[in-house]
């Protein structure tokens, strides 16, 4: 998962109400951010941080059965 998607699930979990503007608020500002510029915008708009694990956005796990 991006960051971008963390920050979407945690909006569309939040109490805010427009949910719609808050994205859209944060895409537009964090647009062409680093990854910590990025954080801080989404804090700001939601108050804490995003929970984002950068291990688990690719990790695809395969397990052989016998």
Request: charged share 25%.
């Amino acid at each position: 998962m991006k960051y971008v998607a963390a920050v979407k699930r945690a909006i569309d979990s939040s109490n805010i109400s427009d949910k719609t503007a808050a994205y859209e608020g944060y895409i537009k500002v964090a647009s062409g951010k680093s990854n910590s510029e990025a954080r801080i915008v989404a804090q700001d708009i939601l108050g804490e941080p995003v929970f984002w694990d950068w291990d688990c956005k690719s990790l695809m796990v395969y397990h052989r059965h016998d």
